[in-house]
């Protein structure tokens, strides 16, 4: 008999979970719904709506180096040299 009862009480368990979830993804029954739900995809898809910012920030991309000996690193502009210590 103790085994009926479980088995009882599981069903209404399951029923009552059921009948929550039915309830919740319900679709709405207003008239308006269907042009609310048209509005907020054409809004979603408009060139004006807001865009999601990246959830990473974006690191700064580090200096190059100096490769094999070389003062400075390939690309730069070398200083110009100083006047005054031209014939030294």
């Known amino acids: 008999m103790t085994a009926l ?3 009882l009480g599981a069903l209404v368990i399951s029923a009552i979970g059921s009948a929550i ?9 207003t008239e ?8 907020r995809e054409m809004h979603a898809i408009s060139p004006e709506a807001p865009r999601l910012q ?31 210590n031209r014939g030294r």
């Open 5 to 7: 009862w479980f088995l």
């Open 21 to 29: 979830v039915v309830l919740r993804h319900r679709k709405p029954t």
């Open 32 to 39: 308006d719904w269907s042009v609310e739900e048209f509005r």
């Open 54 to 84: 990246s959830v990473r920030p974006v690191r700064p991309v580090p200096p190059a180096r100096p490769v094999n000996g070389a003062r400075h690193a390939p690309g730069t502009v070398r200083p110009a040299p100083d006047p005054e």
